[in-house]
């Protein structure tokens, strides 16, 4: 039990009280009291007070927030005698405390709790506000003047006989009843029955090229991707389709209703683009597919280097229509403009399109990225102040060591570090160099506590940048905390970016739930004319039933399936068939791994060597092999605390020691200190 858990208990009543009412609110309150993560809740404690003060400063200051600091108009608040001094006195208490929560060396554990008091005061005050008009703060003397007054009055004008009186009363109570039921049962009001707005859920589509110039698409797509990444920014958005997902749609004939339903979403923006000379022509339209209407339409006729604030603008205009919630942050965030370098602009899109476009069949990996990492030097080159192209040229570098690289993660993540830390030094917000930064924390550093915030802060920065929750949900299947883990993974599900044969299903397998993912993992199968043969094996290997793994895993060898040639399947393989009475055979693949090992240590074949000598229990091999990924700092030994391959070996000191170098002690003590 944590240390605030009658702090939420406090607020689970007022999040039931006041479901279906006030749309913004409730949707923050619901992610603050699933929170148990001390940063993630002081992150949602701020955003319930953000909601609350940009109303206030409608209702009371008569604009709009606008960018200006909490502060500033809480302060306003209070002078003008708009909110009572008790209630601004715990607005100021909250804002500054919960400002530390992306500083988690800064603040103790146990000042979370007086934020969610605070934070419980202000909503209770705020209710009331809503319900009872904006006289909040009446003089007490007027009032009670007021009230005489009145009474006098009745006294005076007003006899009612006794037994009329009680007549009318109980005419009124039957009256009432009658009104509350017929609300009630029209859901009026009746708390989760309530009807609720439409859910803010948007696709951008790839804009279309009329500039009859073929070498032109590239920007289209590029124009797209960047409005996808400012509505990433947004936190009241729903769900937000990334780029990787829409490009399918490029060129479809399918009607806005069908893409509508098959992305599940509510909204699709699309438009085309045209670029002559030194001018561009830009017409975005926003339509809602159920009823084939278009909500909002702009079109944009200027130079061609104001490409960059179009996309802003465009995002913008969208958030404003649907009435999304926008804090001066966010907004401050989407109107930066990365680079007034057109020649690097275009450069930095060549290698983002490229590389979602993926390689040429010839091309290998490792070479495919190494192309993608040149184009975003070049942007580099031209604008050295060109944060985003320092974030990109990171991230290929860094992925040159990953699952599918041909280069040693620590070669990789020593080529990346400078580059992203030079991103972080010149944009502080950048969302895509924080992930880099946790992705080489995570896989080569081993430093988890950095990597965790780091995640955390990609989450704050970009919240529906739906394709960084599968790595977040898995680093923190990692570390064993599957309540956040499942949080993650669940919404990188529900945006169908994963499928459940990767660590969706593990996370219900460790968190005791193999009922669920049987039935899941079924439920795939029967989905999928060609399911993804190799990770369906790996997770029935979790599931311990071997001759179903054998039979996907040997199945993806005959559909020549490439990810059957990395270390990580093929082990899987050789354990297969060692439980599957046919052991010699997997020795071979085995040995071909080791004999593989010796030219590189490149997607970990030592680790997963280790990982299939301590499957059959081979309890000495293991340690030889998974030392060995350790001095290689092979990006999968994070693995190490969680994965049911290493039952054997944690009775072992030499299990432990590994556990301290590779970073889950000093973890696990962080952790501690946390709660303490």
């Not at 899109?349 to 040429?360: E, L, T």
């Amino acid at each position: 039990m944590t240390i605030w858990s009658a702090e939420i208990k406090e607020l689970e009543k007022l999040y039931e009280f006041l479901k279906g009412q006030f749309p913004d609110l409730e949707k923050e309150l619901e992610r603050l009291i699933k929170a148990d993560d001390e940063n993630m809740i002081l992150l949602y404690s701020r955003r319930c007070l953000e909601v609350i003060i940009t109303d206030l400063c409608e209702c009371e200051l008569k604009r709009p927030r606008g960018t200006e600091p909490l502060k500033g108009i809480i302060d306003k608040l209070h002078k003008e005698g708009k909110v009572p001094s008790h209630i601004t006195t715990s607005m100021d208490h909250l804002n500054s405390l919960s400002t530390f929560g992306t500083h988690p060396k800064d603040f103790d554990p146990e000042q979370v709790k007086p934020v969610l008091n605070n934070l419980t005061i202000i909503i209770k005050w705020y209710l009331n506000y809503k319900r009872l008009g904006k006289d909040i703060n009446p003089k007490p003397s007027d009032g009670i003047s007021q009230e005489v007054q009145s009474t006098e009055g009745l006294k005076k004008n007003i006899q009612i006989p006794k037994k009329r009186l009680i007549g009318l009363l109980n005419t009124i109570i039957v009256l009432c009843a009658i009104v509350v039921a017929l609300l009630y049962f029209s859901k009026i009001i009746g708390g989760s029955k309530q009807t609720k707005e439409i859910e803010k859920c948007i696709a951008v589509l790839p804009f279309l090229n009329y500039s009859g110039d073929p070498t032109q698409e590239f920007m289209c797509e590029g124009l797209t991707d960047e409005i996808i990444n400012h509505l990433f920014k947004i936190k009241s958005f729903d769900k937000v389709v990334p780029l990787s997902s829409v490009l399918t749609y490029k060129g479809t004939n399918k009607r806005h209703r069908q893409i509508a339903d098959e992305l599940k979403v509510n909204y699709i923006l699309e438009g085309s683009y045209k670029k002559i000379d030194d001018q561009v022509k830009v017409i975005a339209h926003l339509i809602e597919p159920k009823n084939d209407r278009t909500l909002w339409l702009h079109e944009y006729d200027t130079l061609y280097k104001e490409i960059i604030a179009i996309q802003a603008d465009i995002a913008l205009k969208i958030a404003d229509h649907l009435k999304a919630f926008l804090s001066g942050f966010e907004k401050l965030n989407i109107q930066k403009i990365p680079t007034t370098n057109q020649e690097a602009y275009n450069k930095l899109q060549q290698a983002k399109i490229y590389f979602y476009v993926g390689p040429q069949s010839s091309h290998l990996p490792g070479q495919f990225l190494g192309e993608c990492k040149n184009l975003a030097l070049k942007a580099v080159e031209l604008d050295p102040n060109y944060a985003d192209a320092y974030a990109w040229a990171g991230l290929f570098s860094l992925w040159t060591g990953g699952f599918s690289g041909d280069k040693e993660i620590s070669v990789a993540a020593m080529d990346a570090l400078p580059i992203i830390e030079k991103a972080l030094e010149l944009d502080q917000n950048n969302s895509l160099a924080h992930y880099v930064m946790a992705n080489i924390n995570e896989w080569s550093q081993w430093d988890y506590i950095k990597a965790e915030k780091e995640y955390l802060k990609v989450f704050e920065l970009a919240p529906n940048q739906s394709e960084h929750y599968s790595t977040i949900g898995e680093f923190f299947l990692k570390m064993n905390q599957l309540d956040k883990a499942i949080f993650f993974l669940q919404k990188a599900f529900e945006s169908e970016l994963i499928n459940p044969t990767t660590v969706f299903l593990r996370t219900l397998i460790l968190s005791g739930n193999k009922i669920e993912a049987v039935s899941t993992i079924g439920e795939y199968l029967k989905s999928q004319l060609k399911p993804d043969y190799p990770r369906v094996g790996e997770c029935f290997i979790w599931m311990e039933e071997y001759d179903s793994a054998r039979f996907y895993l040997e199945t993806a060898l005959k559909y020549d399936v490439p990810a059957m040639s990395v270390p990580r399947f093929q082990a899987c393989l050789a354990f297969v068939y060692s439980k599957t009475n046919n052991h010699d055979q997997g020795q071979i693949i085995i040995n071909q791994l080791i004999k593989n090992s010796k030219i590189t240590s490149a997607r970990s074949p030592d680790f997963f060597i280790g990982w299939y000598y301590s499957r059959i229990g081979e309890v000495d091999s293991a340690f030889y092999w998974l030392e060995k990924a350790c001095i290689s700092r092979s990006p999968e030994m994070p693995w190490l605390k969680v994965d049911p391959a290493f039952k054997y070996l944690n009775n072992d000191y030499r299990y432990w020691d590994l556990y301290n170098r590779t970073g889950h002690k000093a973890y696990d003590d962080y952790r501690a200190s946390l709660k303490e």
